[in-house]
């Protein structure tokens, strides 16, 4: 079994590896410090301009959370009223602040609330197996990003909680008929 775990893991290491100097365009292997410095003691991952914009983003939108802070401006209003508020049509980049915006204090409760419980049945419940570990894992990554993205808009965190579900029923055995019987 460790030579197993051993095997995956030089393979995942190869094709990580593969990956990066793929997509850095061999800056590795070239030696391009000037564009790619790993080692660099002041990283620019964004730029002014970027910062600025989520700046502007989160400005606005506590601005506009604060107009209707009990039930919020509706759903869809910021993306509508982003090219007047921040000079370009965009979504909130942070998901309890586009909850507040757009849901008002009462209905990120109600989202927060179901949140919690869904968190608290897995803590529950958290060794029964590995379906449950994934979703926890999988409800962490989600809050953990919508810090600093709109998160419930991406359908990739759909799919992998619908498939997390839907291993709940793959382990049923198949029913098998007799002769003569029909499916209802």
Do not use: C
């Not at 197993?4 to 990956?19: D, W």
């Not at 606005?60 to 508020?85: C, H, M, R």
């Amino acid at each position: 079994m460790k030579q197993h775990y051993r095997k995956i893991s030089v393979l995942t290491t190869i094709i990580i590896t593969v990956i990066v100097v793929i997509f850095t365009n061999n800056r590795f292997i070239s030696g391009d410090r000037k564009h790619f410095n790993l080692l660099s003691a002041t990283p620019n991952f964004t730029s002014t301009s970027s910062d600025t914009a989520r700046i502007a983003l989160t400005n606005s939108a506590i601005t506009e959370w604060l107009k209707q802070p009990i039930w919020g401006q509706g759903l869809g209003y910021y993306f509508e009223k982003s090219n007047e508020l921040v000079g370009f049509k965009v979504t909130i980049h942070n998901t309890l602040l586009w909850l507040l915006t757009e849901f008002g204090s009462i209905g990120t409760s109600i989202f927060l609330v179901a949140l919690i419980g869904i968190g608290w049945q897995l803590k529950k419940n958290i060794n029964i197996g590995y379906r449950n570990k994934a979703v926890t894992l999988l409800l962490m990554t989600l809050i953990i990003m919508s810090l600093f993205h709109e998160v419930l808009y991406q359908r990739i965190f759909w799919f992998m909680l619908g498939a997390l579900i839907a291993t709940q029923y793959s382990n049923t055995p198949p029913t098998v008929l007799g002769e003569g019987e029909h499916a209802q």
